[in-house]
């Protein structure tokens, strides 16, 4: 059983360009969760999803970001016109049922040149 | 609201002794605590997890964790450091709700010396 899947690992953008960021849960998760962890920082809190329903976007910027969990496929992390000060990691965890026992993914790292 | 403070940024022990990672949380809920586990490139990994069940929470690799009412504190501690230990290491606080997102401290850097 694999667990949460990110891709890519390392991602690369340039001021202004578009960041795609890919999170597959635990087979058998419908939550998914994301996370943005800043050098010497904790994990912040982004977005909520369910499969089609965002049940909690509080910790995401109002602008630029939006996030996405289709009813098939990866759940999508969308970073429009991206600034410098996007550079960080940025974690995917998923849950069964809502279930407050998160799994994480390994993480996408996002650099901004 | 709820959060989670961290007391020590860096922490470095010796290989076979106690470590001891100090949290303290504040919630206006019935609160969840866990402790989170970070190696270098490595997702994060549930260490332990308090439900108001029992105060004393046994996880994984030997590590344990009690909950203090009194003093607000959910300290990670095991008896003997190993160098496979050497990680940071996040204490989080999440409300009563399943649909409460957890909240992260900032992460203590657990350095084991040889």
């Known amino acids: 059983n694999a667990g949460v899947m990110q891709n890519p690992r390392h991602l690369v953008r340039r001021r202004g360009q578009e960041a795609r960021l890919r999170c597959s849960p635990m087979?058998?998760?419908?939550?998914v969760y994301w996370y943005r962890q800043l050098p010497e920082e904790g994990l912040k809190f982004m977005v909520y999803l369910q499969k089609e329903n965002i049940i909690d976007e509080s910790g995401m910027p109002k602008e630029r970001f939006s996030a996405e969990f289709p009813k098939e496929g990866p759940s999508i992390l969308r970073i429009q016109q991206v600034v410098r000060g996007d550079s960080a990691a940025y974690f995917c965890?998923?849950?069964?049922?809502?279930?407050?026992?998160?799994?994480f993914g390994s993480g996408t790292q996002l650099s901004v040149l | 609201a709820q959060s989670v403070t961290q007391l020590d940024s860096h922490v470095s022990v010796s290989e076979g002794t106690p470590v001891l990672l100090r949290c303290n949380y504040s919630?206006?809920?019935?609160?969840?605590l866990f402790w989170y586990v970070q190696h270098p490139n490595k997702g994060l990994q549930l260490l332990l997890k308090?439900?108001?069940?029992?105060?004393l929470v046994k996880g994984i690799n030997g590590f344990e964790a009690e909950f203090k009412k009194s003093e607000t504190s959910f300290h990670l501690t095991k008896p003997s450091a190993h160098m496979s230990d050497a990680a940071e290491y996040f204490c989080?606080?999440?409300?009563?709700?399943?649909?409460?997102?957890?909240?992260f401290g900032k992460g203590t850097r657990l350095s084991v010396i040889a």
């Open positions: 919630s206006s809920y019935s609160p969840s």
């Open positions: 087979k058998g998760h419908s939550h």
């Open positions: 965890a998923s849950s069964y049922q809502g279930d407050e026992k998160l799994f």
């Open positions: 989080v606080v999440s409300g009563s709700s399943g649909n409460t997102p957890l909240v």
């Open positions: 308090y439900t108001s069940a029992a105060t």
